[in-house]
């Protein structure tokens, strides 16, 4: 990667915070309207140690989810890709679902399985993000054009082997468009479990206790925190790309 | 001689929302081995459908389809296809894409001689030093030889080529109609060739077969005079130009906007 890849990003980066910071000094705003970026740095020195664990809780429980979601997501998809009849029959349900705000769902899931944090964050995570994914799957697989699948027809391929070997890597760069926007979704939806229902784990749990305790600094660094690790697994899934769908990048001509 | 493939009487209809739609109706066809045929007609007279009754990949209504002694009932390992939309796979580089279809069929070839069959296919076409590419850096023209070496890889009995060179410009296709020639020669095969283009068709045929407007019959047969291999040079003839003409006659007799002069006979000059 080139210096300037990196640069360029850290530069955009510094120069938000230097606004936000000169936002506020002009404003003259109270912390309790808006903490400037040189507030969040004691309180980043102060609760390092909560912000490590409860950012782990989070990162975990987001990565589980996700990887459900990419399995659930997958297979609807390929149910969806393949049969006619199916497709016809999940989409209004999947939209009609995925339409429910998930803050509504977020109560009756910690009703349902009093108790279960754990099982509870991660079922909110799942639920928000194996939308995209599927939707991806299931119209990568539907809109293969009739010729690929015959080439190897032709030949007496099986299903499977036409899935495995033509319509699976074919749909692999609408699939990765899909994780990125699953990603930062299966964020938003670890955290609404962890906030609304607080069970004390998690960047959620920190951000309401800031805000019980009215400790404005620690509600907007945790807010840092979830951007920063929602930055890391966006890219990790960016690598991920580059190693699995490469191909499909074209070279800038 | 037992033909290699043998279409007899086939009917065929496609189920719509408006009801049956009648495609082929009585339609036959026989290519002898070695031999190659061009089908020319209309549009939407049923061309396609035709190839994929050969291959295998559609059953007919009523009538046989035979390859080579035995009827089609199923897809089989010994066709091989190419298509105007050479669909290679981009992942995949071009020598890994010729060698694809080798990862379906039954061979004896470990993966150094495939490659090394593949590569002496690239050469055949032109193709040499391309093998490492990826698709999307090759021009249509080269992308469909590489879809041919794939259609020849694992030594078919019988090519299908479904308006192989349809999207390519015009100096580029008579460069793959030289192409085709010295493939045939090198690599023999058995051809049903689906084209749009008459001077295509007796260029490269043995024999024309003009099907009829839907539902498509066989309207006419015409035999060429030079079979195998010829020079570009036998285009520009006088006879050609007569064969042209009645080929042409023939499709505007298809499309109904003439009528029907001649008897459905044998032509040939």
């Excluded at chain 1, 890709?81 to 199916?86: A, H, L, P, V």
């Excluded at chain 1, 509504?104 to 399985?113: K, R």
């Excluded at chain 1, 293969?144 to 015959?150: F, H, I, Q, S």
């Excluded at chain 2, 992942?91 to 039954?106: A, D, F, G, M, Q």
Aim: aromatic share 10%; glycine share 8%; with cysteine.
């Amino acid at each position: 990667m080139s210096l300037r890849k990196i640069l360029v990003p850290v530069l955009a980066i510094v120069i938000f915070l230097a606004f936000w910071e000169a936002l506020v000094w002009f404003k003259d705003w109270p912390n309790y309207k808006m903490a400037s970026p040189s507030d969040l740095v004691p309180a980043f020195k102060q609760y390092w140690h909560l912000f490590l664990s409860m950012g782990w809780q989070t990162l975990w429980r987001t990565v589980v989810g996700l990887l459900i979601a990419i399995v659930v997501g997958t297979i609807l998809g390929m149910v969806m890709g393949f049969s006619k009849t199916m497709r016809e029959a999940l989409y209004p349900l999947l939209v009609g679902f995925n339409a429910i705000p998930k803050a509504t769902v977020v109560p009756i899931v910690a009703l349902m399985f009093v108790g279960a944090h754990d099982f509870n964050t991660i079922l909110i995570a799942f639920m928000i993000s194996f939308f995209p994914i599927a939707v991806s799957i299931s119209i990568g697989l539907s809109t293969l054009e009739p010729e690929y699948r015959d080439i190897l027809r032709a030949l007496g391929a099986s299903k499977a082997t036409i899935f495995w070997k033509i319509a699976l890597p074919k749909t692999l760069p609408e699939f990765f468009g899909a994780l990125k926007v699953a990603v930062t979704l299966a964020f938003i939806g670890t955290n609404l479990m962890e906030i609304v229902s607080p069970h004390g784990r998690g960047l959620g749990a920190l951000f309401d206790s800031a805000k019980t305790n009215s400790d404005y600094p620690l509600m907007f660094a945790v807010l840092i925190a979830l951007a920063f690790l929602g930055i890391v697994l966006y890219y990790v899934v960016v690598v991920l790309e580059r190693i699995f769908a490469g191909w499909a990048e074209r070279e800038p001509t | 001689m037992q033909p290699l493939i043998d279409i007899k009487n086939v009917h065929l209809s496609y189920d719509t929302a408006s009801g049956k739609l009648p495609v082929l109706d009585g339609f036959d066809m026989s290519v002898p081995e070695g031999g190659f045929v061009a089908v020319v007609g209309p549009s939407g007279c049923g061309k396609s459908t035709l190839t994929r009754l050969i291959a295998g990949l559609m059953k007919p209504d009523s009538g046989e389809v035979w390859l080579d002694g035995q009827q089609v009932t199923s897809p089989r390992a010994t066709v091989g296809m190419a298509f105007q939309n050479p669909v290679l796979l981009e992942w995949r580089s071009i020598l890994k894409n010729i060698t694809l279809p080798l990862e379906i069929v039954p061979t004896k070839l470990n993966k150094a001689q495939q490659e090394e069959r593949a590569r002496y296919l690239l050469s055949l076409v032109g193709l040499e030093g391309f093998e490492q590419k990826r698709p999307s850096e090759l021009s249509g023209g080269m992308r469909q030889r590489a879809s041919l070496c794939r259609a020849l890889i694992h030594q078919p009995d019988v090519l299908i080529l479904d308006e192989p060179f349809g999207a390519l410009d015009a100096f580029t296709r008579e460069d793959l109609w030289q192409i085709m020639h010295d493939v045939k020669a090198r690599e023999p095969f058995t051809g049903v060739m689906i084209t749009h283009d008459l001077r295509e068709s007796i260029y490269l045929a043995d024999q024309v077969v003009v099907m009829s407007g839907r539902p498509a019959t066989t309207q006419f047969v015409m035999d060429m005079p030079v079979t195998g291999a010829r020079s570009i040079e036998t285009l520009y003839t006088p006879e050609a130009a007569d064969m042209l003409k009645v080929l042409r006659h023939q499709i505007e007799v298809a499309q109904g906007r003439a009528p029907s002069a001649a008897s459905n006979t044998t032509g040939g000059h």
